[in-house]
Each structure stands twice: as structure tokens, then as C-alpha cells.
């Protein structure tokens, strides 16, 4: 597949299109066996050994940004259920946390930035393919999990690549309102307690549904209110979901 770029060692591979979106087209990607220095949302480290496919996606001028971030979630739950002749039950954790038996298989960061009168985004995603369940209790990631954990198989790590890539590519193009549906499906918060963790603290309500622009609505005893993923991060009231 073309604009690949592969590479034996990396601090981020977020920080790798970022330092040189000006140079590289649209739709660019690249990998690296080892992320020295891996990011997660709200700031946290992303910890990264041969286990784990990072890659990102350099998209320029993508429609619609504000909901890029749950088209990607889409995408990699497309691409790793291509892998399987008998998908695994593939979740979301709004916004895009990929989720299989109730345990995170990937996040997704995506960053965006401004170079001339472009915007970049940058569309960070890490699959945990093959660790095993000593590897996320050593590093304290009890939530977590692999694809061969769950469904004891790993998808062929390039093969998995060039499938996320090219569902990245897809789903860039696609209107949020023609996922709107299936973003409603796969998402595992809708109907339950939430644990919403913002600026101001926390808030405890009930997911209710997903906005056009992809906040989650969500209800307490003072009513309907929306929240968006820049703001927040969404727990289970009991745990992670
Ligand atoms: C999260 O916190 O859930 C998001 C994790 C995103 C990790 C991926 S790995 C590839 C890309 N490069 C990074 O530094 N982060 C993203």
C-alpha cells in the first residue's frame, strides 16, 4: 500500500507527522516497531512494547473534524473485525476507545494542527495486538487488553496496518450522519450510569444518546446536558465501562 512509512524507532509516531505535515500528503501514515515516547488523551504516557501496532494518519483539511476522532473509532473496529472470519463483539467506549470483552484494544489520539491556511490532523491510533495478561497487570493497565488475549488469535501486524489505514482513509470522506447509526451500535455507554471527569469535577449521570456532532448526551436530576470529548473523560460508575 503506498505512503506507508515504516520505522524501527520513533518517540511518537503523532510527533513524527506533526514535525513534518508541511512536507507529505494527504492520507500519508506511518509505523514503527518501537514508540519511545507514546502519548494518550488528556496528557497520559502510552505504553508501547512489540506488542502493540502504533500508527498514525496525517489528514489535511479533513471535513468535518469535529467528529473525526469517532469516524476513526468506526474505522479500526471495521478493519480489525475484517481480520476475523468470525469477528469478535467490537465496542466503543465514547468516544473511541475500541473495546472487546469489556477490555480497551486500542485508543486513538487524534491531534490537530494549523501550518500556512491548512489544519492537520493528526489521527494517532494503538492496537494492542499480542501482550499478554502479565505484560497490562505489570504495567498497571487492568482495563486493558490484546486481540490474541480475547479472541486467541493476532491478526498479521501489516495486514492489520494496511486495513486500518485504508478504513482511516475511508472514513475521513464519509459524513458523520451516514455513521451516526453504527457509531450508536457499537457504543457500549448508552443506557448506563456514566462517571463524567471534567475541569469541574465529577459528575454522575445516564448516557443517553449521541449528538450529530458526536457529544454524548447524557441526563441527570437537573436534566439534559452534552458533553464533548475535548472536555471529558467518561467512566463506568462501578469501573471502566
Ligand atoms: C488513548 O489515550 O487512549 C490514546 C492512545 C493513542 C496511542 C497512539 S500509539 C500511535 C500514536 N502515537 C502516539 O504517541 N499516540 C498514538
Given at each position: ?207 443517553v ?8 448526551i447524557c441526563r441527570n436530576?437537573n436534566g439534559f446536558f452534552e ?15
Amino acid at each position: 500500500m503506498e505512503n506507508i512509512i515504516f520505522l524501527e524507532e520513533v518517540d511518537s509516531t503523532n510527533n513524527y507527522l506533526k514535525a513534518r505535515c508541511g512536507a507529505l500528503s494527504d492520507g500519508t501514515a506511518v509505523t514503527a516497531r518501537i514508540q519511545t515516547a507514546g502519548k494518550g488523551r488528556r496528557g497520559h504516557a502510552w505504553s508501547t512494547n512489540d506488542g502493540m501496532l502504533p500508527l498514525s494518519v496525517l489528514l489535511i483539511d479533513p471535513p468535518e473534524c469535529e467528529t473525526l476522532t469517532a469516524r476513526v473509532g468506526l474505522a479500526v473496529c471495521s478493519a480489525i473485525a475484517e481480520m476475523y472470519d468470525k469477528p469478535p463483539e467490537l465496542g466503543i467506549k465514547w468516544p473511541n476507545d475500541v473495546i472487546v470483552s469489556s477490555h480497551k484494544v486500542c485508543g486513538i489520539l487524534c491531534e490537530s494542527m494549523r501550518f500556512g491556511a491548512s489544519t492537520a490532523v493528526i489521527c494517532g491510533i494503538g492496537i494492542n495486538i499480542s501482550q499478554d495478561e502479565n505484560y497490562f497487570r505489570m504495567v498497571g493497565l487492568p482495563n486493558a487488553g490484546s486481540l490474541l488475549m480475547l479472541t486467541g488469535t493476532a491478526p498479521e501486524r501489516n495486514t492489520l496496518l494496511k486495513a486500518v489505514v485504508s478504513e482511516v482513509r475511508n472514513r475521513a470522506a464519509m459524513p458523520f450522519a451516514d455513521c451516526l447509526d453504527e457509531y450508536r451500535r457499537r457504543l457500549v455507554n448508552l443506557g448506563r450510569s456514566v462517571k463524567i471527569l471534567g475541569a469541574e469535577g465529577e459528575r454522575v449521570a445516564e448516557a443517553v444518546d449521541v449528538a450529530p456532532n458526536g457529544y454524548l448526551i447524557c441526563r441527570n436530576e437537573n436534566g439534559f446536558f452534552e458533553v464533548g470529548s475535548g472536555e471529558v473523560s467518561v467512566r463506568g460508575l462501578n469501573g471502566y465501562i
